[in-house]
């Protein structure tokens, strides 16, 4: 079973940047979907960005839009997401994630419950 490990997790002031990493055990490119979501407290867990590992094609939640971007390094398995302009709404704790959905669903606001896989999270706290 694949490992996902998270890191690159912290507090900043609003405005300030971050660069989460997340580390597969395996090739990134066996599964066809990898996404990060984040989940509040007292609230769902919700997709932040996702990635088609075939065609490269992204998807982004409209409050994050033009503020981050995902990325992955096959040669080093490892999925990023760039999170810039961060606000104290941002607040949570990032999940990665990947795994082998239908056709086209990766990049049409995936559920959480799609995923197979998830690594341990790692806390972003965005003050203001």
């Known amino acids: 079973q694949v490992q996902l490990v998270e890191s690159g997790g912290g507090s900043v002031q609003a405005g300030g940047s971050l660069r989460l990493s997340c580390a597969a055990s395996?090739?990134?490119?066996?599964?066809?979907?990898m996404g990060w979501f984040r989940q509040a407290p007292g609230k769902e867990r919700e997709a932040v960005a996702t990635i088609d590992t075939g065609d490269g094609s992204t998807l982004y939640a409209d409050s994050v839009k033009g503020r981050f971007t995902i990325s992955k390094d096959n040669a080093k398995n490892t999925l990023y997401l760039q999170m810039n302009s961060l606000k104290p709404g941002d607040t949570a704790i990032y999940y990665c994630?990947?795994?082998?959905?239908?056709?086209?669903?990766?990049?049409?606001?995936?559920?959480?419950?799609?995923?197979?896989?998830w690594g341990q999270g790692t806390q972003v706290t965005v003050s203001s």
């Open positions: 994630t990947l795994d082998d959905l239908a056709f086209g669903y990766c990049v049409s606001a995936p559920s959480w419950a799609a995923f197979r896989y």
């Open positions: 395996e090739y990134t490119g066996r599964h066809n979907c």
